[in-house]
């Protein structure tokens, strides 16, 4: 049995926090789509909701290893 990567921030494919980086190799995508996903849907949402929701992950989600 493999065992599953809990969900955290990645320390070596970050942007700008490693939030996207981490939610992308916890569920194995690929996190360049992943980041271009979210960043278009924040658009689409008149941006606040994606960074807000960015911000509050930030906040809750453990680092890499920590």
Same mark, same amino acid.
């Given at each position: 049995?493999?065992? &599953?990567?809990?969900?955290? @921030?990645? @320390?070596?494919?970050?942007?700008?926090?490693?939030?996207?980086?981490?939610?992308?190799? &916890?569920? +194995? *995508?690929?996190?360049?789509?992943? @980041?271009?996903? !979210?960043? %278009?849907?924040?658009? %689409?949402? =008149? =941006?606040?909701? +994606? #960074?807000?929701? !960015?911000? #509050?992950? *930030?906040?809750?989600?453990?680092?890499?290893?920590?």
């Amino acid at each position: 049995m493999s065992q &599953r990567r809990s969900l955290s @921030r990645s @320390r070596h494919d970050r942007m700008v926090a490693g939030v996207i980086g981490g939610i992308a190799h &916890r569920f +194995g *995508w690929n996190p360049t789509l992943l @980041r271009f996903v !979210y960043v %278009v849907l924040s658009i %689409v949402s =008149a =941006a606040f909701p +994606g #960074i807000l929701v !960015y911000l #509050i992950l *930030w906040l809750l989600m453990p680092e890499e290893g920590s």
